[in-house]
């Protein structure tokens, strides 16, 4: 064994035993991490033993697009990019292309195919000991490139993928009476895996995502918010438990009485921070009857009947919207028209109808706008994730991942396709307080939509701000590591642009510089505008700006310290390191050089 093997096997002997003071790894180690081609990178042998250790899954990665691959590699890697189950079933892909300015999508060196816990460790053990970058991928999601890095060695939990639902669970070291049903999720789990069996099999509700394809772990690390989070609360708030590698090669549990500050720390604290979540386990909830939507598209004929439009539609929302039935989103296009893109749970269709009745009267009313029919709908809950429900009755609304043997639950949005591999211009957030629905502030909230919406076109999610939810969703949230404003935001404002895919070397793919940064620059103005009403609000970490501004404030609020404090005693040595995540602060903008 090397003389820094044995100084590995003894720091986390140590850290186990809780006797290293924060910060004595990062004394001892290496200023820089270790790149191909220089002293401190591993040998082939040394390499081999990991192969060995997790039974040859150890992949040497390169790109699809990097030169040197075959036309026929490069073309199958073209067509794949419209499908998102591909893009993340590549090791060497995710699900962004890069953003302006910012980065751009890297294969990792070297990649562990997870297929468990010890294959995980066996990683992070051998990155920790040579000093490597380490990445950390589940559905490959992230925007801010938090999932891939050049010359890293990545965990890739993929494979890791099972979903067990379970009657009554009881944590780890936790009282009998907490016993509650719950479901266990591998760490390579997509919400497609988990939906199909917690409701579409087996009839019930589990918070997660939007989006089918984007990965559990990811998004709940993050706080994570689904269409009905203004009824359940965020999915960070359903972890009951998680099983996490940590810096030192150990595998822990992590639940409210076991490890109770890293548990907390994983509730919404930023993925790739703390360890290595291999199985989280979550709550689950009766599944109500009905879920539904209401789509339309409302165009005003001039910018004071916009005005007027939107004055008129956040006081309705205030009245009629503003509670646990009513999510997702509603847009501002063009400079002059109103998106409506919302769902909804525990009412039925007539009951949708009768609560947007007033409103579509009052459009109707008034010959300043055009209006087509909109359309309300409900569909028996146990099949909003069923993909045999939409072929049959909506077919085009979802679209099935075609590929020869491809899993029957995997389908997506078709509307979620138009973001496989994008390329970022510019992408800006903010949550806009409930305080604003208040009628003495709803004119400065109106005016700030119009000011914005003059520059870019605007989203807001209603089901991304908590404000409005029930008692139990709230005190759920509260006990997270997010910034504690999400419980008093009504909705998460979106202001985003970008373009198709731009993998480096991707035949065709060329970016407008120039047209990239003026829209970010437009992006940018327009987020000012609402920042005028919403000053200093905060915003979500997994769906924000790259250059966010004093980034842990925004993120988390009062949590920062705590997660920094986390942050030191489970990972002293920086070993997890993700752009604006937690500690790293004293890492380069690469994660490679220590600062100090
Ligand atoms: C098309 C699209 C739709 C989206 N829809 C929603 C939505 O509806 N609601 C919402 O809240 N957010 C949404 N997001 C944001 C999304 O939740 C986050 O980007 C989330 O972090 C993605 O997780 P992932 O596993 O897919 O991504 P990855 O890029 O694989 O991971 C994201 C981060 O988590 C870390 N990570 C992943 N797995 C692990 C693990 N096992 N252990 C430790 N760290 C890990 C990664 O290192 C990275 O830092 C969306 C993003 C996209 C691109």
Redesign the pocket.
């Given at each position: 064994m090397k003389r820094r093997d044995l100084l590995g096997v003894a720091m986390s002997t140590a850290l186990l035993q809780g006797v290293l003071p924060a910060g004595a790894i990062a004394k001892g180690a290496s200023r820089s991490r270790a790149r191909p081609g220089t002293p401190a990178w591993p040998n082939a042998k040394e390499w081999q033993a990991l192969r060995t250790q997790t039974g040859g899954r150890l992949l040497a990665l390169s790109s699809p697009f990097a030169r040197g691959q075959s036309e026929a590699v490069r073309n199958e890697a073209l067509a794949g990019l419209k499908n998102?189950y591909y893009i993340?079933d590549h090791p060497a892909l995710?699900?962004?292309s890069g953003w302006q300015d910012a980065w751009t999508s890297r294969a990792s060196t070297y990649a562990v195919a997870a297929r468990d816990a010890a294959d995980v460790a066996a990683a992070v053990s051998f990155a920790r000991r040579h000093n490597l970058r380490l990445?950390?991928?589940?559905?490959?999601?992230?925007?801010s490139g938090?999932?891939n890095a050049s010359d890293s060695l990545l965990?890739w939990?993929r494979a890791m993928n099972r979903v067990e639902m379970i009657d009554a669970f009881v944590a780890q070291s936790c009282p009998k009476e907490s016993a509650q049903p719950a479901v266990h999720v591998g760490?390579?789990a997509?919400w497609a895996d988990a939906y199909a069996e917690v409701t579409t099999r087996g009839g019930r509700y589990v918070q997660g995502?939007?989006?089918t394809?984007?990965?559990?772990?990811?998004?709940v690390?993050?706080?994570?918010?689904?269409?009905f989070s203004k009824g359940f609360g965020t999915?960070a708030a359903s972890l009951i438990e998680a099983e996490?590698v940590t810096a030192d090669g150990a595998i822990r549990i992590a639940n409210a009485y076991t490890n109770p500050d890293l548990f907390w720390a994983l509730k919404g604290g930023?993925?790739?921070?703390?360890?290595?979540?291999?199985r989280l386990t979550l709550r689950t909830h009766a599944l109500p009857a009905f879920f539904g939507a209401v789509f339309g598209e409302i165009t005003a004929s001039s910018n004071d009947a916009l005005r007027a439009l939107l004055a008129r539609f956040v006081d309705f929302y205030r009245a009629s919207l503003f509670n646990k039935h009513w999510g997702e989103a509603v847009s501002l296009r063009d400079g002059k028209k109103l998106k409506l893109s919302m769902v909804f749970q525990g009412l039925d269709e007539a009951q949708a109808r009768a609560t947007w009745a007033p409103f579509f009267a009052w459009v109707r009313d008034r010959k300043e706008y055009s209006f087509a029919e909109p359309a309300v709908m409900a569909i028996p809950a146990r099949h909003f994730w069923d993909p045999l429900f939409f072929q049959k009755h909506a077919p085009g609304l979802t679209t099935m991942d075609g590929r020869p043997g491809a899993s029957p639950d995997h389908h997506f949005w078709t509307g979620?396709g138009e973001?496989g591999g994008w390329f970022i211009h510019g992408y800006q957030s903010t949550w806009l307080p409930a305080a604003l629905l208040a009628p003495q502030r709803q004119g400065a909230l109106v005016d700030a939509l119009c000011a914005a919406a003059a520059h870019w076109d605007v989203e807001l999610h209603f089901n991304?701000g908590l404000a409005g939810a029930p008692a139990a969703a709230l005190a759920a949230t509260r006990d997270t590591a997010m910034n504690p404003a999400v419980l008093d935001a009504f909705a998460l404002a979106i202001i985003a642009g970008g373009g198709g895919p731009a993998f480096p070397g991707m035949p065709g793919a060329t970016v407008d510089e120039a047209r990239a940064r003026h829209a970010a620059v437009r992006i940018g103005a327009g987020i000012d505008a609402l920042r005028t009403a919403a000053p200093d609000a905060g915003t979500?970490v997994?769906?924000s700006d790259y250059f966010q501004a004093r980034w842990q404030d925004a993120y988390w609020g009062v949590n920062y310290a705590r997660l920094a404090q986390v942050k030191r005693a489970v990972d002293p040595g920086g070993l997890?390191f993700?752009h604006h995540?937690v500690g790293s602060e004293a890492w380069s903008a690469d994660g490679f050089t220590r600062r100090a």
């Amino acid at each position: 064994m090397k003389r820094r093997d044995l100084l590995g096997v003894a720091m986390s002997t140590a850290l186990l035993q809780g006797v290293l003071p924060a910060g004595a790894i990062a004394k001892g180690a290496s200023r820089s991490r270790a790149r191909p081609g220089t002293p401190a990178w591993p040998n082939a042998k040394e390499w081999q033993a990991l192969r060995t250790q997790t039974g040859g899954r150890l992949l040497a990665l390169s790109s699809p697009f990097a030169r040197g691959q075959s036309e026929a590699v490069r073309n199958e890697a073209l067509a794949g990019l419209k499908n998102p189950y591909y893009i993340g079933d590549h090791p060497a892909l995710t699900q962004t292309s890069g953003w302006q300015d910012a980065w751009t999508s890297r294969a990792s060196t070297y990649a562990v195919a997870a297929r468990d816990a010890a294959d995980v460790a066996a990683a992070v053990s051998f990155a920790r000991r040579h000093n490597l970058r380490l990445v950390v991928k589940g559905g490959g999601h992230s925007y801010s490139g938090a999932s891939n890095a050049s010359d890293s060695l990545l965990v890739w939990t993929r494979a890791m993928n099972r979903v067990e639902m379970i009657d009554a669970f009881v944590a780890q070291s936790c009282p009998k009476e907490s016993a509650q049903p719950a479901v266990h999720v591998g760490a390579g789990a997509m919400w497609a895996d988990a939906y199909a069996e917690v409701t579409t099999r087996g009839g019930r509700y589990v918070q997660g995502g939007g989006c089918t394809t984007v990965g559990v772990a990811g998004l709940v690390q993050g706080g994570g918010f689904g269409s009905f989070s203004k009824g359940f609360g965020t999915a960070a708030a359903s972890l009951i438990e998680a099983e996490v590698v940590t810096a030192d090669g150990a595998i822990r549990i992590a639940n409210a009485y076991t490890n109770p500050d890293l548990f907390w720390a994983l509730k919404g604290g930023g993925g790739g921070s703390f360890g290595v979540v291999t199985r989280l386990t979550l709550r689950t909830h009766a599944l109500p009857a009905f879920f539904g939507a209401v789509f339309g598209e409302i165009t005003a004929s001039s910018n004071d009947a916009l005005r007027a439009l939107l004055a008129r539609f956040v006081d309705f929302y205030r009245a009629s919207l503003f509670n646990k039935h009513w999510g997702e989103a509603v847009s501002l296009r063009d400079g002059k028209k109103l998106k409506l893109s919302m769902v909804f749970q525990g009412l039925d269709e007539a009951q949708a109808r009768a609560t947007w009745a007033p409103f579509f009267a009052w459009v109707r009313d008034r010959k300043e706008y055009s209006f087509a029919e909109p359309a309300v709908m409900a569909i028996p809950a146990r099949h909003f994730w069923d993909p045999l429900f939409f072929q049959k009755h909506a077919p085009g609304l979802t679209t099935m991942d075609g590929r020869p043997g491809a899993s029957p639950d995997h389908h997506f949005w078709t509307g979620d396709g138009e973001q496989g591999g994008w390329f970022i211009h510019g992408y800006q957030s903010t949550w806009l307080p409930a305080a604003l629905l208040a009628p003495q502030r709803q004119g400065a909230l109106v005016d700030a939509l119009c000011a914005a919406a003059a520059h870019w076109d605007v989203e807001l999610h209603f089901n991304k701000g908590l404000a409005g939810a029930p008692a139990a969703a709230l005190a759920a949230t509260r006990d997270t590591a997010m910034n504690p404003a999400v419980l008093d935001a009504f909705a998460l404002a979106i202001i985003a642009g970008g373009g198709g895919p731009a993998f480096p070397g991707m035949p065709g793919a060329t970016v407008d510089e120039a047209r990239a940064r003026h829209a970010a620059v437009r992006i940018g103005a327009g987020i000012d505008a609402l920042r005028t009403a919403a000053p200093d609000a905060g915003t979500y970490v997994s769906e924000s700006d790259y250059f966010q501004a004093r980034w842990q404030d925004a993120y988390w609020g009062v949590n920062y310290a705590r997660l920094a404090q986390v942050k030191r005693a489970v990972d002293p040595g920086g070993l997890f390191f993700v752009h604006h995540g937690v500690g790293s602060e004293a890492w380069s903008a690469d994660g490679f050089t220590r600062r100090a």
